[in-house]
Nanobody, 131 residues
Framework: QVQLVESGGDLVQPGGSLRLSCAAS????????IAWFRQAPGKEREGVSC????????NIVDSVKGRFTISRDSAKNTVYLQMNSLKPEDTAVYYC????????????????????????WGQGTLVIVST
């Protein structure tokens, strides 16, 4: 069974940077993409970025475009989220997720309440952007 473990969350000042890691294990060939989601206090969980496990295709939502970058190290089975120019509104618990046969596209990042249908989630890592 696929397992995802996030790390790297921390308290950071506005304008600062963090790199989150998502270590994946037992990812079989029917898992086409891994995505980062986040959930701010009192808000719905939302997609942030995803990356293909095969060809490296990436997608990212407009709210973080130009500040966040997703990447992967296939040898380490790890997906990263580099976050620069952090803002207080980026404060959230960040999760990585995957689901069989879902490709990395806008649909994966715009599930709305259907995020609950995704098969596999990590435990989350907390990012706080504050002075």
């Amino acid at each position: 069974q696929v397992q995802l473990v996030e790390s790297g969350g921390d308290l950071v000042q506005p304008g600062g940077s963090l790199r989150l890691s998502c270590a994946a294990s037992d990812v079989t060939s029917n898992y086409y993409a891994i995505a980062w989601f986040r959930q701010a206090p009192g808000k719905e969980r939302e997609g942030v970025s995803c990356i293909s496990t095969t060809d490296g295709t990436r997608n990212i939502v407009d709210s973080v475009k130009g500040r966040f970058t997703i990447s992967r190290d296939s040898a380490k089975n790890t997906v990263y989220l580099q976050m620069n120019s952090l803002k207080p509104e980026d404060t959230a618990v960040y999760y990585c997720a995957t689901h069989p046969y879902l490709i990395c596209d806008g649909h994966f990042l715009s599930l709305g309440e259907r995020w609950r249908t995704l098969q596999t989630w990590g435990q989350g890592t907390l990012v706080i952007v504050s002075t």
